[in-house]
């Protein structure tokens, strides 16, 4: 009896053994999965690398991307007034799948003269972007998929969170969607109020779009196809091939734009 009493009493502690264990795996696993890392330190650009329209890549082209008080702001002050088309990305150095993507944005001032009317508190994050390394000295957009970030212009209706298509295609509702761009179903946001985007990334699977939490855009099977700029031949040839991964950049189109609390959860 007692021997009987002595083994129910070691099963008992090794099975409470085994539960902790596996408990404090899990608890040491979970906060892994929700590690979102800062992909902007707030200090300096060391992690990114820029490419400007007519500029080699790794020129910071008079100063249009600097770091102010924690802020990565794209500004104009050292153009004199002209802007001439020098479209321009900043790409974090390493490529993204399946990630959960976000950070705040905001726009102010005014657009540089002679910016183009489209443009006019227009920027954007550039997804799934090709190599910074092979685009064209002159090439104005690398070939991506573009989350369009727009601002109010005091009237009338602006979504933002928009998707615009540069050399790609994507599906929707289940059809290939082939339209450079798209509006989301999100509201107007006027002035220089922050405003907050995420974007879910499934590697060539399911895009979807969120500001301020809410799902205002969603889309499939991200794909090479559509009109490029530069290596038109060689961007041909890989149409419909699927978009798995690339970099992500943050754009420079003529009005002035601040990115703050740029941040990665990869899935």
Same mark, same amino acid.
């Given at each position: 009896?007692?021997?009987?009493?002595?083994?129910?009493?070691?099963?008992?502690?090794?099975?409470?053994l085994?539960?902790?264990?596996?408990?404090?795996?899990?608890?040491?696993?979970?906060?892994? *999965?929700?590690?979102?890392?800062?992909?902007?330190? &707030? *200090?300096?650009?060391?992690d990114?690398?820029? %490419?400007?329209? +007519?500029?080699p890549? @790794?020129?910071? #082209?008079?100063?249009?991307f600097?770091?102010?008080?924690?802020?990565?702001?794209?500004?104009?002050?050292?153009?004199?007034?002209?802007? /001439? /088309?020098?479209?321009?990305?900043i790409?974090? /150095?390493?490529?993204?799948?399946?990630?959960?993507?976000?950070?705040?944005?905001?726009?102010?001032?005014?657009?540089?003269?002679? &910016?183009?009317?489209?443009?006019?508190?227009?920027? &954007?994050?550039m997804i799934?972007?090709?190599?910074?390394?092979?685009?064209?000295?002159n090439?104005n957009?690398?070939?991506?998929?573009?989350?369009?970030l727009?601002? @109010?212009? &005091?009237?009338g209706?602006?979504?933002?969170?928009?998707?615009?298509?540069?050399?790609?295609?994507?599906?929707?509702n +289940?059809?290939?969607?082939?339209?450079?761009?798209v509006?989301?179903?999100? %509201?107007?946001f006027?002035?220089?109020?922050?405003?907050?985007? =995420?974007?879910?990334?499934?590697?060539?699977?399911?895009? %979807?779009?969120?500001? /301020? @939490?809410?799902?205002?855009l969603? #889309?499939?099977?991200?794909?090479?196809? @559509?009109?490029?700029?530069?290596n038109?031949?060689?961007?041909?040839?890989?149409?419909g091939?699927?978009?798995?991964k690339?970099y992500?950049?943050l754009?420079?189109?003529?009005?002035p734009?601040?990115?703050?609390?740029? =941040?990665i959860?990869?899935?």
């Open positions: 009896m007692i021997k009987n009493h002595i083994v129910t009493v070691v099963f008992i502690a090794t099975a409470l085994f539960t902790c264990k596996s408990n404090k795996d899990q608890s040491t696993k979970t906060p892994q *999965k929700n590690n979102w890392v800062k992909l902007f330190n &707030g *200090k300096d650009l060391n990114w690398t820029i %490419k400007i329209k +007519g500029q890549l @790794g020129e910071n #082209y008079k100063n249009t600097i770091v102010d008080n924690g802020v990565l702001k794209v500004n104009y002050d050292e153009y004199n007034g002209i802007f /001439n /088309n020098s479209y321009g990305h790409f974090y /150095n390493k490529e993204f799948s399946d990630y959960k993507f976000r950070m705040q944005y905001r726009f102010i001032g005014e657009q540089i003269k002679d &910016g183009a009317g489209w443009a006019k508190r227009n920027s &954007g994050v799934h972007c090709e190599d910074p390394k092979n685009i064209g000295l090439q957009f690398p070939v991506s998929i573009e989350v369009q727009l601002g @109010g212009l &005091g009237t209706e602006r979504p933002t969170g928009n998707l615009c298509t540069p050399g790609t295609h994507v599906e929707m +289940g059809e290939l969607f082939t339209p450079h761009c509006n989301s179903s999100s %509201k107007t006027n002035g220089d109020q922050w405003v907050n985007l =995420e974007i879910e990334v499934r590697n060539d699977s399911i895009i %979807k779009h969120f500001i /301020n @939490g809410e799902n205002v969603t #889309y499939s099977k991200p794909q090479i196809g @559509g009109s490029v700029d530069y038109e031949a060689y961007w041909k040839s890989k149409a091939t699927p978009l798995k690339g992500i950049s754009q420079s189109e003529s009005h734009v601040e990115f703050k609390n740029i =941040e959860l990869e899935l």
